[in-house]
């Protein structure tokens, strides 16, 4: 069992930068796939961004030169670092982490969820 904490989210302008964390616990973080997901009201949960065992990371589109994960092995820590913030990228953020191979592209994929961390961005 992986139990997943995220901090730092809250409200910002928009053009302005946010750094999500989430802790992880329970297995050794080194073997786990990770990722960001985001939930805006009325819409289905999308995928944000994912960083693998390796490092190799992924992103959707509508974030790409934004946005940046990272993770640091040591402190048991997946980032979402967050620049240019914009209106629509107003949502509950979410960490997911699978032990499986492969990148975490999708949440069908998840096979554990954070509580999730608001992030709202005004206009």
């Known amino acids: 069992q992986v139990q997943l904490v995220e901090s730092g989210g809250g409200l910002v302008q928009t053009g302005g930068s946010l750094r999500l964390s989430c802790a992880a616990s329970?297995?050794?973080?080194?073997?786990?796939?990770l990722g960001w997901f985001r939930q805006a009201p009325g819409k289905e949960r999308e995928f944000v961004a994912t960083i693998g065992r390796s490092g190799t990371t992924y992103y959707a589109d509508s974030v790409k030169g934004r946005f940046t994960i990272s993770r640091d092995n040591a402190k048991n820590t997946v980032y979402l670092q967050m620049n240019s913030l914009k209106p629509e990228d107003t949502a509950v953020y979410y960490c997911?982490?699978?032990?499986?191979?492969?990148?975490?592209?999708?949440?069908?994929?998840?096979?554990?969820w954070g509580q999730g961390t608001q992030v709202t961005v005004s206009s």
């Open positions: 329970g297995r050794p973080f080194s073997s786990l796939g």
């Open positions: 997911a982490a699978k032990s499986s191979y492969g990148p975490l592209i999708k949440d069908a994929l998840a096979a554990y």
